[in-house]
């Protein structure tokens, strides 16, 4: 018997408690101790094997505010990795990016994951205010 979710409420379920998860322990880190956020989005990159780890993002503030930010490897790896292996597994053998977006007045969480376009949210100096834009959530 397998521990995975069959159903499609179960399959529901078991990612809104991932996600959860993911959420709470970003909430929890000091990069967001500022009270003036009210939205996130954060990139998460990692290789299939998931040695390869590192994430990126920025807190959103009321109209054009924003900061950037990063958490722990350590804290945040294994649920991403988690996430991962239970709704996309197997992982591909390339690189893999999840967008991670959250709004702390709703709670609303939206997830889009990248695996064939390495670039696709790779932030430069040359388009960091247009990227800044684009992850933006806009879940209120």
């Given at each position: 018997m397998s521990n995975h979710p069959s159903t499609a409420a179960e399959v529901s379920e078991?990612?809104?408690?991932?996600?959860?998860?993911?959420?709470?322990?970003?909430?929890?880190?000091?990069?967001?101790d500022d009270p003036r956020w009210n939205e996130l989005a954060v990139v998460f990159s990692l290789s299939g094997d998931g040695r390869s780890f590192?994430?990126?993002?920025?807190?959103?503030?009321e109209e054009y505010?924003?900061?950037?930010?990063?958490?722990?490897?350590?804290e945040i790896r294994p649920l991403v990795l988690g996430y991962l292996h239970?709704?996309?597994?197997?992982l591909p053998d390339g690189l893999i990016q999840v967008l991670f977006q959250?709004?702390?007045?709703?709670?609303?969480i939206r997830v889009?994951?990248?695996?064939d376009v390495p670039a696709r949210w790779l932030i430069t100096p040359d388009n960091a205010r247009a990227m800044i834009e684009t992850m933006r959530p806009n879940l209120g």
């Open positions: 078991a990612k809104r408690k991932h996600l959860s998860k993911i959420a709470a322990a970003l909430i929890a880190s000091d990069e967001l590192g994430n990126s993002g920025y807190a959103y503030g505010a924003w900061w950037a930010i990063s958490f722990s490897v350590e239970d709704f996309q597994n197997p959250y709004n702390r007045e709703n709670g609303y889009d994951q990248s695996m």
